[in-house]
């Protein structure tokens, strides 16, 4: 039996914050022609980020917070592995195709 922190509710303000923010930033990049610039296509990537991150991972640690669980901590772990793996393999596939020339 789980033993609930109702406190810890307050914290689905973050995700949804966060959302909100990086949603209104890549609205804005699409619909402002001026804002179509490689640093804005780099801000707008960055945005997409979080929003996978406030989708994916910040409703699972506020279970996590409110249920009082340890249990999904290790799901955490192996879903942040795969992520980082993946992210350090394409990397190192993007370098070999294209190498730096300076």
């Not at 890549?26 to 707008?44: A, G």
């Not at 640690?61 to 393999?89: G, K």
């Amino acid at each position: 039996m789980y033993r609930l922190q109702y406190w810890a509710l307050s914290l689905l303000v973050f995700p949804v914050l966060t959302l909100f923010g990086n949603l209104l930033v890549c609205v804005s990049v699409y619909i402002e022609r001026t804002l179509h610039t490689i640093t804005n296509y780099f801000i707008v990537s960055l945005a997409v980020a979080d929003i996978m991150v406030a989708i994916l991972v910040m409703p699972l640690a506020v279970y996590v917070e409110v249920c009082d669980s340890h249990d999904l901590h290790q799901l955490q772990r192996a879903a942040l592995v795969a992520v980082l793996s993946r992210d350090i393999r394409q990397n190192r596939l993007s370098q070999r195709s294209r190498p730096v020339v300076s």
